[in-house]
């Protein structure tokens, strides 16, 4: 039996319980077709078989499909910004500062805040940090907290040295200290498909709408301005954009940075 890829992903999404019509499909099937190349798998039917029975299969499909690339202080200039103008603004109060990195990936994007925030003298009792991500893969990473050097790349060789412990072994990796790590929270979330929790006042989204279609990105936007604080801000990626952004309540203040009107 061969079915076509458009009743495949049908078929995928019922067995995923992921809605894979939310990314742009040409990419979505890119990354089916590669996968199946190395799986040796010959047509769609049997990739469906395969998910339907296999669960490393279904695992790896599920990391395969989502694109995990991360790495400290990524956009060094976003976060010397956010450093420098929003920081100081959310925490000249008294209240405690709510930041949610959404989605996290192996976690170098929340613990690159965490540096931030330890680096500028703030309590953990002044913030909270919570990172959510689909990938349970990417979680686990994130939990044991050891990189390889392509995500270490821009953390400054000061911070590198006082937050980091060379690990040697086939090639080197570091470890991320307990004192960074005890500062995040991790869980998994389909930012798609689940309700979000209310009242941030920092919410970082980056490199991910990249991967939607518009039409899931623009219901995201609304998500997660409908859970910003009043003042509160939204951090996308470099490369990412909202075209309108009064349409959604919300105001550019630089680059990638939007706050809620
Ligand atoms: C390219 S990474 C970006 C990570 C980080 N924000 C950064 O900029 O370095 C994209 C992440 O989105 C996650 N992702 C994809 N679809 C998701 C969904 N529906 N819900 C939550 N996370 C999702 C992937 O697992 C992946 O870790």
């Known amino acids: 039996m061969t079915i076509s890829f458009d009743e495949f992903v049908d078929e995928a999404m019922k067995i995923l319980d992921v809605n894979l019509r939310g ?35 279904r695992e790896a499909y599920l990391d395969h499909f989502t694109i995990n ?21 959310l925490f ?15 976690g170098s994007e929340p613990y690159t ?8 003298g703030y309590d953990k009792s002044r913030y ?4 959510s991500d689909i990938d349970t893969g990417v979680l686990e990473e994130a939990q044991q907290g050891i990189y390889n050097e392509n995500a270490i790349g821009n953390v400054p060789p000061a911070l590198l040295k006082k937050y980091f412990e060379e690990i040697e072994g086939l090639s080197i990796k570091y470890k991320l200290s307990r004192e960074i790590m005890d500062k995040v929270n991790f869980e998994y979330k389909d930012l798609i498909k689940e309700p979000y929790e209310k009242g941030w006042d920092l919410i970082l989204s980056r490199n991910f709408f990249i991967y939607l279609t518009t039409e899931i990105k623009e219901m995201l936007t ?17 490369t990412e954009f909202i ?19």
């Open 92 to 106: 000249a109060g008294n209240k405690k500062v709510n930041i949610w990195s959404a989605p996290c990936s192996n």
């Open 23 to 57: 990314y742009k499909i040409k990419r979505v099937q890119r990354r089916t077709d590669s996968l199946m190349r190395r799986y040796n798998v010959e047509n769609y039917a049997q990739c469906l078989d395969l998910l339907k029975k296999d669960q490393q299969f």
């Open 113 to 120: 805040l965490a540096i931030i925030l330890t680096e500028l």
């Open 222 to 238: 609304h998500k997660f301005v409908q859970v910003l604080k009043p003042g509160g801000y939204l951090f996308l990626g470099n």
């Open 69 to 89: 690339t991360s790495e400290f202080f990524r956009n060094p200039q976003s976060f010397k910004y956010l450093e420098e103008n929003i920081i100081p603004e």
């Open 243 to 261: 075209f309108t952004p009064e349409k959604f309540g919300l105001q550019k203040v630089y680059s990638s940075f939007y706050q809620k009107i």
């Open 128 to 131: 909270r940090i919570l990172a």
